[in-house]
Nanobody, 122 residues
Framework: VQLQASGGGLVQAGGSLRLICAAS??????TAWWRQFPGKERVFVAA????????EYAEAVSGRFTISRDLARNTMYLQMNNLKPEDSAVYYC??????????????????WGGGTLVTVSS
């Protein structure tokens, strides 16, 4: 599975961005967005199970970010609203092919795309 993330950029606090993760296949159990702050480990942001469409969110983004997928396009999205400076990070998309994977654990993900940088200015 190949993943390609895009959509990052510079935005002012309170603004919005939409991240896109294009996958090379639809034979995926779940995909997720993770983010990495400088010098830190990646942290979970949100995940979506492709067949069911059920979602999971980190508390820090719940109510501001919305994850979705388009099965016809093999694409996942992260709509980020009301962005805050503390959302600034490199965002990565990951995919797991294993049904029932624990989505909050980075090692559950077999495949990763390159990162896309999000910078939120105050």
């Amino acid at each position: 599975v190949q993943l390609q993330a895009s959509g990052g950029g510079l935005v002012q606090a309170g603004g919005s961005l939409r991240l896109i993760c294009a996958a090379s296949t639809s034979d995926i159990y779940a995909t997720a967005w993770w983010r990495q702050f400088p010098g830190k480990e990646r942290v979970f942001v949100a995940a979506i199970r492709w067949e069911l469409g059920s979602t999971e969110y980190a508390e820090a983004v719940s109510g501001r970010f919305t994850i979705s997928r388009d099965l016809a396009r093999n694409t996942m999205y992260l709509q980020m609203n009301n962005l805050k400076p503390e959302d600034s990070a490199v965002y990565y998309c990951g995919a797991t092919l294993t049904s029932g994977s624990y989505l909050y654990w980075s090692r559950s993900y077999d495949h990763w795309g390159g990162g896309t940088l999000v910078t939120v200015s105050s």
